[in-house]
């Protein structure tokens, strides 16, 4: 019996932008990414994990200090899994996201993105062990917060179906 078998992933969970969600159970959290980035931590030491999905780099002034901004998220992240029982130095970080397309946007808020996650991390010394990003193509994330496996699957247009099995009560 290997340490897997004891433990079944719960739940699936859809995570909107500006949404943080660290699950007290193993969970499947999915998103789906364009410019937007999402960051997981996972604490290899506790076998859990959390995922943010944020929409802009940067908060502009006080008013805005909520997780659609990535300086926020990140760090609110980080600090949801310090109060959870984590060490800095048991976390690593994946990111995902960060697509930018010209015939949509002429500025590069996926690249900004990009930066800002990786900042923060670098300032908190978080290991990022992977990333998926940039490009042209969204992404559908499907993170398993039991055993930090991440698959990715990259999309040219968003559908009804991207969304699937969790419709539009999220």
């Known amino acids: 019996m290997n340490k897997y078998s004891k433990k079944l992933v719960g739940r699936d969970y859809f995570l909107k932008p500006g949404y943080i969600y660290l699950p007290e159970k193993p969970t499947v959290i999915s998103t789906v990414l364009g410019s937007s980035v999402s960051v997981s931590l996972y604490d290899k030491t506790l076998e859990t994990g959390g995922m943010n999905h ?6 502009g002034t006080g008013k805005q200090t909520t997780s659609l901004y990535g300086n926020i998220a990140v760090l609110t992240l980080i600090r949801m899994m310090l109060e959870n029982g984590s060490v800095l130095s048991n976390l690593e970080a994946q990111i995902f996201g960060g697509a930018h397309n010209t015939d949509d946007s002429f500025r590069d808020i996926g690249r900004d993105n990009l930066k800002t996650a990786r900042s923060v991390l670098n300032k908190k010394q978080i290991k990022i062990i992977s990333e998926d ?3 042209r193509l969204g992404r559908k994330i499907v993170f ?4 930090n496996e991440i698959l990715t699957m990259k999309v040219d247009r968003l559908r009804d179906s991207d969304w699937y099995p969790y419709g539009r009560e999220r």
């Open 54 to 59: 944020f929409l802009f780099p940067v908060v």
């Open 133 to 135: 990003v940039g490009g």
């Open 144 to 147: 398993n917060t039991l055993n």
